[in-house]
């Protein structure tokens, strides 16, 4: 078993190493953004690369690279069925509906007069979103008509730049007020009014598509189970003040009774048919607390996840202790790799 990782500082890369070294595992790291990438590969069993949703480069040739070494009969890591919907709200949309996944009703137009004719017909408050972007950027809340039909014509005309800058910086002045920041960070927050990140600078405007989901209110918070295998674990996330978003937020809860079972069960179920090595999946409740699914996708932060208090097997059985995910993934893959080959 030869194993390669292309590793980012701070990234799933960092553990799945550590696992490698500790285990006697043959490992290389290799850097995929080469050119002769897929040859440098030929005679390694799995390929890994936790590829992040704010790298262009990532973003431009991950899910191109791993999916052609799958189809080559590589094992990789995230595959098909894992990663093609990461970063996709739109996909993740067609997904979950076309699974009968319990799923908060979202709505997407490729046409701006059928966009306005559903704006004009529908009720509010609605939320908007651009199809990329994590911790509830590019996320706004939509009041009225006229707003809604400002942001259909904005999708339809010059669009929007993948990074919000202003939106940037009012978050992190929210955060500062929240003790959740620091005055360096609500500093570099203005600097990039001024300096935008590579990324925007690379990426094109988000245009040419509008989407949209039912604002689901009451929600104080919304729970993110993940599931590895037969392996699932929570948090509870507290709503911002003065805000609808938990994502980003910077107030989980860890306490294990926290945790909505129904999300567990839902999460596993989910899994069986998505057949995803690693999902995390963020959750809301109805009217009449039934657990809705907003967003999807198999990145997430190591450290904020290391605290949570144990997990839960696919029996739904509760296993209290210290929890590391990514030697999970390791594992996983591993297995099904000698599974494969016997």
Not at 174 to 199: E, N
Request: some cysteine; hydrophobic content about 35%; proline content about 3%.
């Amino acid at each position: 078993m030869k194993i390669a990782i292309h590793h980012n500082k701070g990234s799933f890369s960092e553990r799945w190493i550590a696992y490698c070294e500790n285990n006697q595992i043959d490992y290389k790291i290799v850097n995929a953004y080469d050119s002769d990438i897929v040859q440098q590969l030929s005679d390694y069993d799995v390929f890994m690369w936790h590829h992040h949703h704010s790298s262009y480069k990532d973003v431009l040739s991950a899910k191109k690279i791993l999916f052609a070494l799958e189809q080559a009969g590589k094992k990789v890591f995230p595959d098909f069925n894992t990663g093609w919907y990461f970063d996709d709200k739109v996909a993740q949309k067609y997904l979950l509906e076309a699974i009968g996944a319990p799923f908060v009703p979202s709505y997407v137009f490729y046409d701006k007069k059928e966009a306005l004719a559903w704006a004009e017909n529908t009720c509010y408050p609605k939320v908007f979103k651009l199809k990329g972007g994590a911790g509830a950027s590019n996320v706004k809340l939509i009041r009225s008509y006229f707003e809604c039909k400002k942001y259909i014509k904005k999708s339809f005309g010059k669009g929007f730049l993948q990074f919000d800058r202003v939106g940037y910086v009012k978050d992190r002045i929210k955060k500062y007020r929240a003790g959740k920041d620091t005055l360096c960070g609500v500093c570099k927050g203005f600097v990039r009014l001024f300096i935008p990140t590579k990324f925007s600078k690379m990426m094109p405007r988000e245009k040419g598509y509008a989407y949209f989901q039912d604002f689901i209110p009451g929600n104080k918070y919304d729970i993110r189970i993940v599931v590895v295998g037969n392996k699932a674990f929570g948090i509870k996330r507290l709503v911002r003040k003065n805000d609808f978003r938990a994502s980003g937020s910077g107030m989980p809860i860890f306490t294990k009774e926290e945790i909505d079972i129904r999300c567990v069960e839902i999460g596993f179920e989910i899994n069986k048919k998505i057949k995803s090595h690693c999902i995390a999946y963020d959750f809301v409740f109805d009217d009449e607390s039934n657990p809705l699914i907003v967003e999807i996708g198999y990145g997430f932060f190591m450290s904020l996840h290391d605290k949570c208090e144990g997990y839960w097997s696919s029996d739904l059985k509760w296993h209290e202790g210290k929890l590391n995910p990514q030697a999970w993934i390791v594992e996983s893959l591993i297995k099904n790799r000698n599974t494969k080959q016997i």
